[in-house]
């Protein structure tokens, strides 16, 4: 669930992406935008209109507490229901503001609550950092010597890989780390598939599921792993390399081309390529609508072979940048945000606004931030990222946590107020004691609530 329906469709009727080209990519370094599309945010428009719609008949069919402020302003928010259209190309990308994680080096995920987990060289250890933390190396098992932490869910239970030897790279098993209510962990070991010895736990949802493969050190066979329970070999379904889970229970992995397995039905999907002139596909991660991040790799021969693309079952395999020896997107949230290497440089991706290089994105009170060639990136539904960088001025280098700058009345943290957060606001009705729509602090989502959002309403929503 590096983070994550059939009603959040893109519109079939906006602009497509365009590639970009060199000279934008390094225009881009300078701090503008590679290139825009005006498709994005009417993927939710629907839902989110049905949902307001429903909310609103709720509210006035109940009790007299809803009665005042909200009645009157019920027409008006199902109508704003029908305003996430499309954004205009070239709008203000996010800001961010930078924490770094003592402690910390090459990230491999982030939760929602914006927990970062990866691994350290020396020693090998894995590592968890909450929200203004240092990093934690996870404990051990017994006889254990090494350890990579690979991912984390939102319930802060975080997989990855022990081994008795100095790198989890040499006869590894696969682990879970789950919180024991504590402030520490229970390591599980989740074993590996019959006659074999060797496991790796790549990737987990929040309903348990853990999937990665199992290796008799010669040949590796994809499987599912749940803590106190029977590996499940998933490579009689076809799945050769899992790299992530969503709360659907659909699996993405990583061979020539990229497959999707539904875990409630073992129905295998083959994603394929974007066409003639490619040669194969790979998945990284997956969101709730079933939009996979990846690359496409053409059929030229030589190092400018790869390029980011995204998949949909509506629109197939979209081809997000140039091509490059290591292009491809890495992670991908709820929204359809994703965050991407594009020329050995960390970009993000918006719909409906563009593509921007991740470094010129930081507001940095000292020096400036810039990133480390190929670093590792995730990104969460609140557009927090994680990623390797360092900051000369300061003296760090390591791993660092943007965080969106907030705007008052932003609940998903996208850096403006609109529908989204109507519906965010809507969906938390009643009492709420800290919760992020609760913008009066009164532990209570309502009325006043409502108010205060509508007018810190964004001009562009």
């Known amino acids: 669930m590096r983070h994550k ?12 992406p365009r590639a970009v080209s060199l000279g934008e990519v390094e225009d881009a370094r300078g701090g503008t935008m590679i290139h825009g599309s005006r498709c994005g945010r009417d993927i939710h428009s629907s839902l989110l209109h049905a949902r307001i719609q429903a909310r609103s008949r709720s509210l006035s069919k109940g009790s007299a507490q809803y009665s005042g402020m909200v009645r ?3 027409p008006a928010l199902a109508v704003l229901g029908t305003l996430w259209l499309c954004g205009a190309v070239g709008a203000a990308p996010p800001r961010f503001t930078a924490e770094f994680i003592v402690g910390g080096s090459n990230p491999a995920a ?22 203004g933390s240092a990093a934690v190396l996870l404990p051990l098992p017994a006889g254990s010597a090494s ?33 024991n209510g504590k402030g520490g962990y229970t390591v599980h070991e989740l074993g590996a598939l019959p006659g074999q010895a060797i496991s790796n736990a790549t990737a987990l949802n929040n309903l348990g599921d853990i999937v990665g493969y199992s290796s008799d050190g010669t040949y590796r066979t994809a499987a599912l792993f749940r803590v106190g329970q029977p590996v499940v070999n998933l490579g009689t379904a076809g799945l050769f390399d899992p790299q992530d889970v969503n709360e659907q229970r659909v699996v993405v992995d990583r061979s020539f081309t990229s497959r999707k397995l539904d875990l409630n039905t073992m129905a295998m999907q083959d994603l394929g390529t974007p066409g003639a002139g490619y040669l194969a596909s790979t998945a990284s991660a997956i969101n709730e609508h079933g939009q996979v991040a990846g690359l496409v790799i053409r059929t030229t021969s030589g190092s400018c072979d790869r390029e980011a693309a995204r998949h949909s079952d509506e629109l197939g395999w979209e081809v997000q ?6 292009n491809g997107a890495q992670d991908i949230n709820d929204r359809g945000d994703e965050v991407m290497t594009i020329q050995l440089a960390p970009f993000l991706r918006i719909d409906g606004e563009g593509t921007f290089l991740i470094d010129t994105l930081i507001d940095a009170p000292v020096g400036a931030w810039t990133s480390f060639t190929l670093s590792a990136l995730a990104i969460n539904n609140r557009r927090q990222i994680t990623l390797s960088a360092s900051n000369a001025a300061l003296g760090l280098g390591g791993c660092i946590r943007l965080t969106p700058i907030g705007v008052p009345g932003d609940i998903d943290g996208d850096g403006r107020v609109g529908p989204q957060d109507l519906a965010a606001l809507l969906a938390a ?6 919760c992020a729509a609760d913008l009066d602090g009164d532990g209570f989502v309502g009325s006043t609530d409502v108010a205060l959002l509508l007018n810190a309403w964004s001009a562009d929503s």
């Open 5 to 16: 329906e059939e009603d959040q469709r893109k519109s079939r009727q906006c602009t497509a």
């Open 72 to 74: 009157p302003l019920l």
């Open 110 to 131: 982030i939760n929602a609550a914006g927990s970062v987990v990866g691994s350290n060289f020396s020693p090998m250890r894995g590592w968890v950092a909450p929200v």
């Open 147 to 179: 350890s990579w932490a690979q991912d984390i869910n939102d319930l802060g239970v975080v997989v990855g890989v022990v081994s008795s030897y100095s790198s989890p790279e040499f006869f590894g098993r696969a682990v879970a780390w789950v919180p």
């Open 321 to 326: 940048s140039v091509c490059g020896p290591y």
């Open 429 to 434: 009705w009643g009492r709420c004691s800290g």
